[in-house]
């Protein structure tokens, strides 16, 4: 059950109710998807932290990243800050494990990083489908929050790895939750497809907050 210590957010009761489902989603292996966003400002990353915390309490493995302007050219590059820091704690016996089967195709994004690139044919079809046995693999142990802010910026062969993932969520124990800009990035349009949307519509703090939430 999602909780939220301390997230000193003001009028967020709804979003994060709409966390709390999303959660529940994935712990309950109807993996599930969901997207927040506003615009710059609007509390996309206070929302992602504060459901990374609840994720964390309720005993999901929370991977995240932040997508950024400057690394868009930077192939896997969220893919990696997803993943690298789960592999770069694990043993040796682990890592071998969780690379083991299907998921060694994995190890060519996350082991030999390349040039970089936005080239999209970085992003084979062995490598997605590594990836994805990866992540099944991870969400098998323990239930996975991935969280990926500013999702707009975010590198092309990541965001068909999201999408890919998003294709087979169902039956697994993740959740996908992206924070994103509307309007921005080439890439974003094709890269989300939400169970649910939010959008904030006005500024939170002292001023009220007006909020619509649909299904997509
Ligand atoms: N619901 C909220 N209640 C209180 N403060 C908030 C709320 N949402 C955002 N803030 C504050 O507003 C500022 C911008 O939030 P941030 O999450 O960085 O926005 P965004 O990621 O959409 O650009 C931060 O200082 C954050 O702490
Ligand atoms: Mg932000």
Known sequence: MAAWPGTGLLER???????ARLLAAAEGAAGAAMRVEGPPGIGKSRLLAAARGAADHAGLRVLSARASDLERS???GVVRQLFEPV??????DERAALLGGAAALAATVLEMPGPGGDA???ATPAALHG???LCAGLAEQRPLLLCVDDLHWADRPSLRWLVYLLQRLEGLRVAVLAGVRPGEGRHAPTCSRPSRRIRSSRRCGPRRCRRTASHA
């Open 120 to 122: 999209a044919e970085e």
């Open 131 to 133: 990836l994805y046995w």
């Open 74 to 76: 930077f192939g896997f």
């Open 87 to 92: 592999l770069a704690r694990a043993g040796a």
């Open 13 to 19: 009761d709804a979003e994060l109710a709409a966390i």
